[in-house]
Nanobody, 122 residues
Framework: QMVESGGASVQAGESLTLACEAS????????MGWFRQAPGKAREGVAV???????YYADFAKGRFTSSQDNASKTVVLQMNSLKPEDTAMYYC???????????????????WGPGTQVTVS
């Protein structure tokens, strides 16, 4: 349904771009979100983009991460700059239809998830 790509091992301060593509039967043009889970920690929201282009970021992502959605290609991108060791985590993308409402970080709203892509910052 959803496939993430772009995870890698990088040095602190470097940048990385993650991409997530939704399959044909996944909901497109809706809320597409990025989440992450570090070892031993709960999964947390990173950024979510609505079909209208409105984007919401977690506090730790503001100013460093940028997300955008391409409705035509059903792809959402997460550009991460100035990476820190604490950004090390498995990054997941998810999607759900908010039916015009404000996009949310609530995980139980999301209908489809990707398997994740690992980001390691040292």
């Amino acid at each position: 349904q959803m496939v993430e790509s772009g995870g890698a091992s990088v040095q602190a301060g470097e940048s990385l771009t993650l991409a997530c593509e939704a399959s044909a039967d996944a909901i497109a043009g809706s809320c597409m979100g990025w989440f992450r889970q570090a070892p031993g920690k709960a999964r947390e929201g990173v950024a979510v983009v609505g079909s209208d282009g409105r984007t919401y970021y977690a506090d730790f992502a503001k100013g460093r991460f940028t997300s955008s959605q391409d409705n035509a290609s059903k792809t959402v991108v997460l550009q991460m700059n100035s990476l820190k060791p604490e950004d090390t985590a498995m990054y997941y993308c998810g999607v759900y239809d908010a039916y015009g409402g404000k996009c949310s970080f609530r995980e139980d709203f999301y209908d489809y998830w990707g398997p994740g892509t690992q980001v390691t910052v040292s």
